[in-house]
């Protein structure tokens, strides 16, 4: 199938997991399990691809920069990387949630300059500046959940999926930014050097999207 060689970045975790059926379907096995291995470059059954581990965030700028040819990554990290040099192939409809406000059920009603906890910065500025409400950002890297809690900020934006770890904490999901999913992305060299191959892996996994197999 593949006659030049294809790295591709995944982070650990949902996305890595729910990839590899997809990567299974097109005859792509890694040969060691990311959640064991120490190694951050993953040599696969196939001679000519190879799969590089990284933090979720970063696998734009690794494709970004052609360290990696192509990659999976969610839409919410698409969003705040910006998508430079970027073009989203496919979306995988995979690690599928939400990017949300939420807080204490009555942090919207909360007049003047919105305290607003999170680490999707930009996309927290764009949603609100769209509303024509007035912020403070607060940068956060990990749980996001406290910040209300210790009055920290007044709300957070942050990707939910049940709304459990949210409930837990006496917060709720508020006001819906976007609907977010993996999608595939290529550099703009790759997909212009590599065109043939890549289009072959991408008709592959589009097919097989289609035809209602849950990844
Ligand atoms: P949940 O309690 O099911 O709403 O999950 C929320 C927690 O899981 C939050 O801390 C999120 O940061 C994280 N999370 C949920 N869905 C995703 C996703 N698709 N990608 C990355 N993180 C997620």
Sequence with gaps: MVNQNIIIALSKGRIFK???PLLAHVGITPQDDPETT????????????KLLILRASDVPTYVQYGAADMGVAGKDVLIEHGGEGLFELLDLNIARCRLMVAGRPDAMLQTGRLRVATKYTHSAECYFAEQGRQIELIKLYGSMELAPLVDLADCIVDVVDTGNTLRANGLEPLLHIADISSRLIVNRAAQKLKHRVI????KQLD??????ATP
Excluded: C, E, F, S
Aim: cysteine-free; charged content about 20%.
């Design 207 to 212: 097919a097989y999207l289609h035809a209602g």
């Design 38 to 49: 120490r190694k951050l470059i993953l040599d696969t059954n196939h001679p000519h691809i």
């Design 199 to 202: 289009a072959d892996l991408v």
């Design 18 to 20: 729910d990839t590899l």
